[in-house]
Structure formats: structure tokens, C-alpha cells
């Protein structure tokens, strides 16, 4: 009897206990295993081919088009895309395409029915002509290609359609020059102050333009204009200047020595004075430049001087200026 029971709690145990783990199996176990068995055949498998940008073809054909001279119907088209896009890795690269088209617009008077076209009176100079229409002497002068600021009376003078002004962001390090408050071009500063912890927007404007050659501050016109430095001064911030990066030195080549004996005189003289630099006449091996300590970056707003130079002229004293 003793026996019998011992069986019976034993099978009764087994019952209960084996119902209870079938059912942990089915509720947890199996489950977390066919999740795991899921997982690990997605890692397996071959990853697929990312889909194309869906503006990637669109894109391609408005370069096309710029490419082709069509800059008008680029410009548009890219204005659109970029509206409808707004959220593509390929934004950026729009928006740089439409910023050439802009500029290319600017100056061209057969495309952009904006443009002046002005004839020279007597008596005009480009400062007065630019006082006639809102504009800038150095702007006109860029627009028409003139060498220099002399005018010829019955002149056909093309005058760009601009109002001007700039946004500097602190954090993204970017310039962006705008036509009556739309977007024109794009650039990339260098460097720039340190943005602030809370995000403000700062109104300033353009205090005057300065070019100097050296020490001296050559004016508008002047002939060493073309090579002089330029800096934009704003009120209450920081000037927008130019940068650039040192030329890299390359090692001078050493010629072997040669005998001058019976050459022509004039040409033994020439290359007794460059001896130095050519290592002809003498024996001794050839000397290397030390390599020029680059600049140091200056502060303030700094662009490329390449950029610089393109901005310079389109903008004037009180263009405004917001900083982010």
C-alpha cells in the first residue's frame, strides 16, 4: 500500500511538472529561439543594393543642362528640385549648382532680363552711374570686364539688378550672399568666432570696404587695386577677410657644373649672377629655399581669398549683414 502511493504522488509530480515545462517551453523558450534562428538568417543573408536617390537622374540632367549653356532653365529647374527635395543626401550639391547658376545670371545680360543696360553720357564716371541705379563702380566694372575705370562716351554699360546681403552662421561656418532675400550663392568659411551656447541672431551691416597694398590703403581705381588685400569691416562684429594657404616648396633640381670657356659673354653673366639659384658656375651643391612658415590664420570672419575677391564687389557700405 506503502508502495502504491509513493508511485502515485511520484506519477502525479511527474504530471505536474512536466505540463508546467511543456508550456515554459511553448511560451518562452521556442519563441526566443525562433527569434534568434530569424536574426541570425537576416545577418546572413546578401545585404541588398540601397535604392538610388529619387532625385539623383532629375539632378544629373539640370548639370546637364548648365553644362550646355542653358542657365536660365537650370536655374529654375534647380530652384524646383531643391524645393522638393528637401530631405536628400544630394541637397547640398544642388544648392552649390544653383549658387553657379546665380552667379553666372548675375552678369549675363542676354539671360536675365533684370539687367540694366546704360549708355555713357558726358560727364559719367562709373561712381555716378552706379549712384544713378543703387549700385557700386566696383560691381559695374566687374559686370562689363573693364580694364581700368575710364569710360567712352555713347559706352553700352550692362548694370547688374542686386540688393545685397549676407547671413554669417558661426556654427555650420558658412557666408551666404542673398539677392533681395533670396538665396544666391553659398560659402565656406575657414574659420569663424565661436558660435554662442544659445542661438541668437545678431543685425549688423557692412562699415566700409578696404583695400591696402602693403601698409597703404589704395583706393578704387588705383593700379595697384587689382593686387591689393581687401577686408570687409561690419559694425559691432569681427571683419570678413581672406586667406590663403602658402604654395607648397619643392626642392630645387642641382645641374652639374659646367666650363664656360668661350660662351657668350652676356650670357656668362646672366648665369654667374644666378648662381645661386642654378648651381651652374659653381661647384658647391645646390642651395634650397627654406621652407616659408605658413601664415597664421588671421581672425574674424575668414573666407578663402578666391571667395573674397568674388564677394568684394557685389556688396557696399551699409550692406546688411545677420549673424547666427
Known amino acids: 500500500m506503502r508502495n502504491f502511493k509513493l508511485v502515485t504522488i511520484f506519477t502525479l509530480g511527474l504530471l505536474i511538472f512536466g505540463t508546467a515545462s511543456f508550456f515554459a517551453y511553448e511560451l518562452f523558450i521556442k519563441p526566443h529561439r525562433a527569434e534568434k534562428r530569424e536574426k541570425a538568417a537576416e545577418a546572413a543573408a546578401p545585404k541588398g543594393t540601397p535604392l538610388p536617390d529619387p532625385g539623383t537622374k532629375e539632378l544629373q540632367h539640370l548639370k546637364e543642362l548648365q553644362g550646355a549653356g542653358k542657365i536660365m532653365e537650370a536655374r529654375n529647374g534647380l530652384k524646383a528640385w531643391i524645393e522638393t527635395h528637401p530631405q536628400s543626401p544630394l541637397f547640398k550639391e544642388a544648392r552649390k549648382q544653383l549658387g553657379s547658376c546665380n552667379m553666372i545670371l548675375l552678369f549675363a545680360p542676354a539671360e536675365n532680363p533684370s539687367i540694366i543696360t546704360y549708355t555713357v553720357v558726358k560727364g559719367d564716371s562709373l561712381a555716378k552711374i552706379a ?12 559686370a562689363n570686364n573693364l580694364p581700368n575705370i575710364n569710360l567712352q562716351i555713347g559706352q553700352q554699360l550692362v548694370i547688374p539688378a542686386l540688393k545685397p546681403s549676407l547671413e554669417l552662421d558661426r556654427q555650420t561656418k558658412t557666408l551666404t550672399l542673398l539677392d533681395n532675400g533670396a538665396y544666391l550663392k553659398e560659402y ?13 541672431n545678431t543685425a549688423s551691416k557692412v562699415l566700409d570696404k578696404v583695400a591696402t597694398a602693403g601698409t597703404k590703403r589704395v583706393a578704387f581705381g588705383d593700379k595697384a587695386y587689382a593686387q591689393s588685400d581687401r577686408v570687409i569691416i561690419l559694425t559691432g562684429s569681427p571683419a570678413i577677410v581672406g586667406y590663403s594657404a602658402p604654395a607648397p616648396v619643392t626642392a630645387a633640381t642641382e645641374v652639374p657644373s659646367q666650363n664656360l670657356s668661350g660662351t657668350n659673354p652676356v650670357a656668362t653673366n646672366f648665369l654667374t649672377t644666378n648662381a645661386l639659384t642654378t648651381n651652374v ?17 588671421p581672425g574674424g570672419y575668414v573666407l578663402s581669398t578666391e571667395d573674397l575677391l568674388e564677394i568684394f564687389p557685389l556688396v557696399s557700405r551699409n550692406t546688411p549683414v545677420i549673424i547666427h
Do not use: D, F, W, Y
Open 131 to 142: 549712384g544713378k541705379h543703387q549700385s557700386n563702380a566696383e560691381l559695374i566694372q566687374r
Open 281 to 297: 658656375v659653381t661647384n658647391t651643391p645646390a642651395l634650397t629655399a627654406p621652407t616659408p612658415t605658413p601664415a597664421p590664420m
Open 188 to 200: 565656406a568659411l575657414l574659420s569663424a568666432p565661436a558660435a554662442p551656447k544659445t542661438p541668437s
